[in-house]
């Protein structure tokens, strides 16, 4: 009897019907198709691929722009009515793929927006989503991401990372591409194993435009490190809905000429100061200092939509074209910023100084007060340099002057003190209209600055003393002092330049600052003051007092920008409770037990945020060097060694500031020994050493906007023109670590002799060729 053969629409039908079994061999069982009949199944299955009507995925059958019965979606959050909907991770169809409203069942877990899931789905009609979908079980972490520059290809394309150092393409397959175009910047994600190009494949899950854009510059950055740029709804209806806090139960502080000194692009006011001379007679010749700050507690509460966002923000980043805030614009920029003329709520510290600058006493305050002027430090500067204009003429004698008083005599006690005093200029990047940059300068550090910064300091210790004298939990900043492998290092440093670090005995700040000082106007100047700072730890947030090496302080804590960094808004809540201030009657603003019982977790957290913030602004900050600095390739630039590794050295722009890369295969034909301990690579046949703080002159041969890559050429060393191994330039150099051993070339001989240096030569001319 012959077997029969069904039709096109037989089969269309039956995997319709039959959504969870579309493999060939469910199809032929269905159909009672055996032996040599299978051929003429796999011939129609065949075309109806060709066709379009069926889609192969693996060894399994279904049709095109459909899901299957069971799918990895990945959840893209609640709508406004609080429905939870998710998308398919790898959707092949044609169009945007379908979404699927998530249905809660009973001990169903919560799932968190960008959550990968595996879920059950039933296709639904009539509805502006395609599926029903019941949580099966989670996938786990979410997938790896890149951002890159999208290559169209013939099917799909692939993704050029813009990652400086990153060479590795991704593979994008066709309906993955979310129409991106050519040469557009793109967010991916990972979708499975590596494609037949060998390749990791990836779906487009953002385009995010011009990536030669001014604006796309801090973008990059925002979206390569996480950090979250847009608020959720919740957020901003909470913060809209804020009101200016009243003066019930606060001290009035509206008549104190308290005023603000910041940049002149400031975005931000969060802090406040006033200083007269002490009228006790019993503290001749001394100060009263007062550091308000904004009074961010009372907006932002424990376990409201805007503490939940600030915590996982941690911080707010700065670039030259943009802020991403840690708390929305209405309180950033509004409630929260203290603005002249405007009643704003405050937490206020009086400080009493003796004549030599120390802290004698202080007291806390919640307090109202009223911004009598908003300066900024150039303006500032220029009045107590004897030209004021008209606003400052007005303030100089009852305000300006009476600051600087207190400031000087802050300056003796710092003196006595001796916190770490690096001379490391901070760049300034200037933009002009359309985004692009305009100049590069170094930063100008006035008094007006020191006293600002100083004032801070005594109000955070203030802070941290104060809450420790009423037992009360906190987040101290903490700074450790260097460890004894990065100090030996420092050491040796110091000793080859010809100088002296104390030994054998506890370090201090001061014995750093000496050898500073040693350094100071010599050519060792720069390279002293790069290598003490890489020799300390990195600060961080944690609730045991470990103190604060870098200022000299036993006992510090953040207490004056809550409206940027929660850390200090935790501080703030910690003196609410210590104090026992009432807040308002709706709400709780001092320290939750969900902050006390997490506080170490939360330290961490936020150490983590910052140091983000810290990697994407200078991730930003080099790709506009390089921005600035592609339409000099070719030029001729001064600059000094600043880091040396295996592969090469580092060069600091004196103009700009920006590191460029030395490659050591551009540097000529030998091999370098490099020496992780004395940071120097050695030629093997020339004796050229390159090591940190060397003036070299270079020719910069390549600046990669998008990356921030800068290659430069070594032309001169300390003013002597490169001197060259045999061979010259251009031709392939080596390196290796010293270890008192020579490697093995390929051939089995030791790098070095003559028949190795021989063939080495042979395989350059033959790859020339």
Same mark, same amino acid.
């Given at each position: 009897?012959?077997?029969?053969?069904?039709?096109?629409?037989?089969?269309?039908?039956?995997?319709?019907?039959?959504?969870?079994?579309?493999?060939?061999?469910?199809?032929?069982?269905?159909?009672?198709?055996?032996?040599?009949?299978?051929?003429?199944?796999?011939?129609?299955?065949?075309?109806?691929?060709?066709?379009?009507?069926?889609?192969?995925?693996?060894?399994?059958?279904?049709?095109?722009?459909?899901?299957?019965?069971?799918?990895?979606?990945?959840?893209?959050?609640?709508?406004?009515?609080?429905?939870?909907?998710?998308?398919?991770?790898?959707?092949?169809?044609?169009?945007?793929?379908?979404?699927?409203?998530?249905?809660?069942?009973?001990?169903?877990?919560?799932?968190?927006?960008?959550?990968?899931?595996?879920?059950?789905?039933?296709?639904?009609?009539?509805?502006?989503?395609?599926?029903?979908?019941?949580?099966?079980?989670?996938?786990?972490?979410?997938?790896?991401?890149?951002?890159?520059?999208?290559?169209?290809?013939?099917?799909?394309?692939?993704?050029?990372?813009?990652?400086?150092?990153?060479?590795?393409?991704?593979?994008?397959?066709?309906?993955?591409?979310?129409?991106?175009?050519?040469?557009?910047?793109?967010?991916?994600?990972?979708?499975?194993?590596?494609?037949?190009?060998?390749?990791?494949?990836?779906?487009?899950? @953002?385009?995010?435009?011009?990536?030669?854009?001014?604006?796309?510059?801090?973008?990059?950055?925002?979206?390569?490190?996480?950090?979250?740029?847009?608020?959720?709804?919740?957020?901003?209806?909470?913060?809209?809905?804020?009101?200016?806090?009243?003066?019930?139960?606060?001290?009035?502080?509206?008549?104190?000429?308290?005023?603000?000194?910041?940049?002149?692009?400031?975005?931000?006011?969060?802090?406040?100061?006033?200083?007269?001379?002490?009228?006790?007679?019993?503290?001749?010749?001394?100060?009263?200092?007062?550091?308000?700050?904004?009074?961010?507690?009372?907006?932002?509460?424990?376990?409201?939509?805007?503490?939940?966002?600030?915590?996982?923000?941690?911080?707010?980043?700065?670039?030259?074209?943009?802020?991403?805030?840690?708390?929305?614009?209405?309180?950033?920029?509004?409630?929260?910023?203290?603005?002249?003329?405007?009643?704003?709520?405050?937490?206020?510290?009086?400080?009493?100084?003796?004549?030599?600058?120390?802290?004698?006493?202080?007291?806390?305050?919640?307090?109202?007060?009223?911004?009598?002027?908003?300066?900024?430090?150039?303006?500032?500067?220029?009045?107590?340099?004897?030209?004021?204009?008209?606003?400052?003429?007005?303030?100089?004698?009852?305000?300006?002057?009476?600051?600087?008083?207190?400031?000087?005599?802050?300056?003796?006690?710092?003196?006595?003190?001796?916190?770490?005093?690096?001379?490391?200029?901070?760049?300034?990047?200037?933009?002009?209209?359309?985004?692009?940059?305009?100049?590069?300068?170094?930063?100008?550090?006035?008094?007006?600055?020191?006293?600002?910064?100083?004032?801070?300091?005594?109000?955070?210790?203030?802070?941290?003393?104060?809450?420790?004298?009423?037992?009360?939990?906190?987040?101290?900043?903490?700074?450790?002092?260097?460890?004894?492998?990065?100090?030996?290092?420092?050491?040796?440093?110091?000793?080859?330049?010809?100088?002296?670090?104390?030994?054998?005995?506890?370090?201090?700040?001061?014995?750093?600052?000496?050898?500073?000082?040693?350094?100071?106007?010599?050519?060792?100047?720069?390279?002293?003051?790069?290598?003490?700072?890489?020799?300390?730890?990195?600060?961080?947030?944690?609730? @045991?007092?470990?103190?604060?090496?870098?200022?000299?302080?036993?006992?510090?804590?953040?207490?004056?920008?809550?409206?940027?960094?929660?850390?200090?808004?935790?501080?703030?809540?910690?003196?609410?409770?210590?104090?026992?201030?009432?807040?308002?009657?709706?709400?709780?603003?001092?320290?939750?037990?969900?902050?006390?019982?997490?506080?170490?977790?939360?330290?961490?957290?936020?150490?983590?945020?910052?140091?983000?913030?810290?990697?994407?602004?200078?991730?930003?900050?080099?790709?506009?060097?390089?921005?600035?600095?592609?339409?000099?390739?070719?030029?001729?630039?001064?600059?000094?060694?600043?880091?040396?590794?295996?592969?090469?050295?580092?060069?600091?722009?004196?103009?700009?500031?920006?590191?460029?890369?030395?490659?050591?295969?551009?540097?000529?034909?030998?091999?370098?020994?490099? @020496?992780?301990? @004395?940071?120097?690579?050695?030629?093997?046949?020339?004796?050229?050493?390159?090591?940190?703080?060397?003036?070299?002159?270079?020719?910069?041969?390549?600046?990669?906007?998008?990356?921030?890559?800068?290659?430069?050429?070594?032309?001169?060393?300390?003013?002597?023109?490169?001197?060259?191994?045999?061979?010259?330039?251009?031709?392939?150099?080596?390196?290796?670590?010293?270890?008192?051993?020579?490697?093995?070339?390929?051939?089995?001989?030791?790098?070095?002799?003559?028949?190795?240096?021989?063939?080495?030569?042979?395989?350059?001319?033959?790859?020339?060729?």
């Amino acid at each position: 009897m012959k077997t029969h053969i069904p039709s096109k629409a037989e089969i269309l039908n039956w995997i319709s019907e039959n959504p969870a079994r579309t493999a060939k061999r469910d199809i032929a069982r269905a159909f009672g198709i055996k032996g040599a009949a299978r051929i003429d199944l796999k011939r129609i299955l065949k075309e109806l691929e060709t066709e379009g009507h069926l889609r192969k995925r693996k060894k399994t059958y279904r049709e095109p722009d459909k899901l299957p019965p069971v799918a990895m979606l990945k959840v893209e959050g609640p709508d406004a009515d609080g429905d939870l909907f998710a998308y398919p991770v790898d959707w092949q169809g044609e169009g945007a793929a379908p979404r699927v409203l998530m249905l809660e069942k009973p001990d169903t877990p919560a799932l968190a927006k960008g959550a990968r899931i595996l879920a059950r789905l039933q296709e639904v009609e009539g509805e502006d989503y395609a599926y029903n979908g019941v949580l099966i079980r989670q996938i786990g972490s979410n997938p790896q991401r890149i951002l890159g520059i999208y290559r169209r290809g013939h099917e799909g394309g692939r993704i050029v990372p813009v990652e400086k150092g990153s060479d590795k393409e991704w593979n994008v397959p066709a309906g993955a591409t979310l129409d991106a175009k050519d040469g557009e910047l793109v967010e991916a994600e990972r979708t499975g194993p590596k494609s037949r190009m060998g390749l990791p494949s990836a779906r487009i899950v @953002d385009r995010l435009g011009d990536p030669t854009a001014p604006k796309a510059v801090s973008l990059i950055a925002i979206h390569q490190h996480g950090i979250p740029d847009a608020f959720p709804d919740g957020v901003v209806a909470e913060a809209d809905a804020a009101k200016p806090a009243p003066l019930d139960g606060r001290e009035d502080l509206r008549d104190m000429p308290l005023i603000t000194i910041d940049p002149h692009d400031a975005r931000d006011h969060d802090d406040a100061c006033f200083a007269h001379v002490d009228s006790d007679a019993e503290n001749p010749g001394g100060h009263i200092v007062w550091v308000a700050i904004a009074d961010v507690a009372h907006y932002v509460t424990p376990g409201s939509e805007l503490d939940r966002e600030a915590r996982k923000r941690g911080n707010s980043s700065y670039f030259p074209d943009r802020v991403v805030p840690m708390l929305p614009d209405r309180l950033s920029g509004d409630l929260c910023s203290l603005h002249e003329g405007v009643d704003r709520a405050c937490i206020a510290v009086r400080m009493q100084l003796d004549a030599e600058g120390n802290k004698i006493s202080h007291r806390f305050t919640r307090a109202l007060m009223k911004s009598h002027a908003s300066l900024n430090y150039q303006e500032v500067q220029q009045a107590m340099d004897g030209n004021p204009n008209d606003r400052c003429a007005e303030l100089l004698t009852r305000v300006l002057e009476p600051l600087y008083a207190a400031w000087h005599a802050t300056l003796k006690a710092r003196d006595t003190r001796q916190p770490l005093e690096l001379d490391l200029p901070e760049r300034k990047i200037v933009l002009d209209e359309d985004g692009k940059v305009k100049s590069v300068a170094f930063a100008e550090r006035l008094d007006a600055h020191k006293l600002i910064e100083e004032f801070m300091v005594l109000a955070n210790v203030a802070a941290a003393e104060e809450l420790i004298t009423r037992k009360q939990d906190l987040l101290f900043r903490v700074h450790e002092e260097p460890n004894k492998e990065k100090l030996d290092a420092l050491r040796e440093t110091a000793q080859a330049s010809g100088l002296t670090l104390a030994k054998g005995q506890v370090l201090k700040t001061a014995h750093l600052n000496r050898l500073l000082n040693q350094a100071q106007d010599t050519d060792h100047a720069e390279l002293i003051n790069i290598s003490t700072l890489r020799s300390m730890t990195q600060a961080y947030y944690g609730p @045991d007092n470990f103190g604060h090496f870098g200022l000299a302080l036993r006992s510090y804590a953040h207490f004056t920008s809550p409206i940027r960094r929660y850390a200090d808004l935790l501080v703030h809540r910690a003196l609410i409770s210590g104090h026992k201030w009432e807040g308002a009657a709706d709400k709780f603003d001092g320290m939750s037990p969900f902050d006390e019982e997490n506080l170490r977790e939360t330290g961490t957290q936020i150490s983590e945020t910052e140091r983000r913030s810290m990697t994407a602004e200078r991730d930003t900050t080099d790709r506009y060097l390089a921005a600035f600095l592609s339409e000099r390739v070719g030029n001729e630039l001064e600059g000094k060694i600043s880091g040396i590794a295996r592969f090469g050295a580092f060069v600091r722009l004196e103009e700009t500031g920006a590191d460029a890369l030395v490659p050591v295969a551009t540097i000529g034909q030998e091999y370098f020994h490099f @020496d992780a301990d @004395d940071q120097s690579l050695t030629g093997d046949n020339s004796g050229l050493r390159l090591g940190i703080g060397q003036a070299v002159t270079v020719r910069l041969a390549e600046a990669i906007p998008v990356t921030g890559g800068l290659v430069v050429e070594l032309l001169a060393l300390n003013g002597q023109p490169l001197p060259r191994g045999r061979g010259g330039r251009g031709s392939r150099s080596f390196s290796r670590k010293r270890s008192g051993k020579k490697p093995k070339s390929k051939s089995g001989k030791t790098p070095g002799t003559a028949p190795a240096r021989k063939k080495a030569r042979k395989v350059v001319r033959k790859r020339k060729k």
